[in-house]
């Protein structure tokens, strides 16, 4: 280990280093654009012009707009862009015999790739603070952070894990909670039955002083053969007292609706944490799982940097097809099955940092086959 440390200390950026780095840096900044224009261009590019032609909006905002869709595109295009830039690298140095060359004075194939191996663990920090800063940014400028939808259920439980409320919210905005029905269980226990001792219906609610506050409510009162004696009118009346228990399920129902680009990362493991504390056991291993991704997709930059070498090694006379038809199948197949893991996960199947590592330690094994069928 001490060996190891000594030569990295000691190790002095060469030529030839600089030659491979300049080479692979222009080819993967190539790459990114033709991924990012490819990406943009048949389904928002064509929304955004179809909107200026109609005076919708204005040319700046139509420019503000492409300009905040890039960050989402970049955390994709970065592991592809180095992948096919080393690709093009070494093929066209194997293509021209200075790989041959290279090798014949003694320099080692790890060697060769140590330049874009460094180039790969750069882009890796890079696109791992594309991911958790710059594009939960442009989702928040492009509106996408604004709560808001239909249809919420939470269930309230006492200290023995026992219904106490069920909550109905018919639809909610950041701001208010509308349509909502209160259900209060009877304290009362029966086999067959659930019974309870009243139900509250309210036009409108809010988020007070650590409750929701009920506007103008109604309250139908039960008796226990099932019907309501008597009903009563409030102007206000409050729910999740507790704590900080209104300000936690106000947060779960305005993130139900919220993707999870517009999270940072402290922001998924606190809403993960959320999720888990009220019982969403399919919600919580989803975000779990797109936690553990947020970690280990940089790590792409440096295993497909190290992919791409490889196919790009051939000898001077082979065919060059098979390397790039190899290099887009598996950029294909990374994010055609992304989501399959995702549903895995969220199932229940896979555990959550397995179906986000699954990926990484396939392209590992990738990696030696490779190696071992071209004999490096």
């Known amino acids: 280990m001490e060996n190891v440390i000594n030569k990295i200390k000691n190790y002095r950026i060469s030529l030839l280093d600089k030659f491979i780095l300049s080479q692979v840096f222009g080819a993967t900044l190539v790459c990114l654009i033709l991924f990012i224009i490819v990406w943009i261009a048949p389904e928002t590019l064509f929304k955004i012009i179809k909107k200026v032609l109609n005076d919708h909006i204005g040319i700046y905002t139509a420019c503000k707009l492409l300009v905040l869709e890039v960050p989402k595109v970049l955390a994709k295009a970065i592991p592809v862009g180095i992948l096919l830039g080393s690709i093009f690298t070494f093929d066209r140095l194997s293509k021209n015999s200075e790989l041959s060359i290279l090798r014949g004075i003694g320099l080692s194939f790890n060697r060769i790739m140590a330049p874009v191996i460094c180039f790969g663990c750069v882009l890796s920090i890079f696109c791992y603070m594309v991911n958790d800063k710059l594009v939960p940014i442009a989702s928040n400028k492009l509106g996408e952070s604004r709560g808001g939808g239909s249809h919420f259920v939470y269930i309230v439980e006492n200290a023995n894990k026992t219904p106490k409320q069920n909550i109905i919210v018919s639809n909610f905005s950041p701001d208010e909670i509308y349509d909502i029905t209160v259900m209060n269980f009877s304290d009362e226990k029966y086999q067959d039955a659930t019974t309870f001792k009243s139900i509250v219906f309210a036009p409108v609610a809010h988020l007070k002083n650590n409750a929701w506050v009920l506007d103008n409510a109604l309250i139908y009162y039960i008796d226990d053969d ?45 809403y993960a944490k959320l999720l888990k504390e009220a019982n969403f056991s399919d919600e919580y291993r989803y975000f779990r799982t797109k936690l553990y991704q947020r970690y280990l997709h940089p790590l792409t930059c440096i295993l497909f940097a190290i992919i791409g070498c490889l196919l790009g090694f051939a000898p001077p006379r082979s065919q060059r097809l098979i390397g790039f038809t190899i290099a887009v199948g598996i950029i294909f197949g990374y994010y055609i099955t992304l989501p399959f893991f995702d549903l895995l996960a969220q199932k229940g199947v896979l555990p959550s940092f397995v179906a986000a590592a699954l990926p990484m330690f396939l392209f590992l094994v990738s990696i030696f086959v490779i190696k071992k069928v071209k004999d490096l």
Do not use: C
């Open 226 to 270: 099932g019907i309501y004696r008597r009903v009563e009118k409030k102007e206000k009346y409050s729910i999740l007292t507790e704590g900080t228990q209104a300000q936690d399920v106000f947060d779960l129902m305005l993130n139900t609706t919220r993707k999870e680009r517009v999270f940072t990362n402290h922001q998924i493991s606190k």
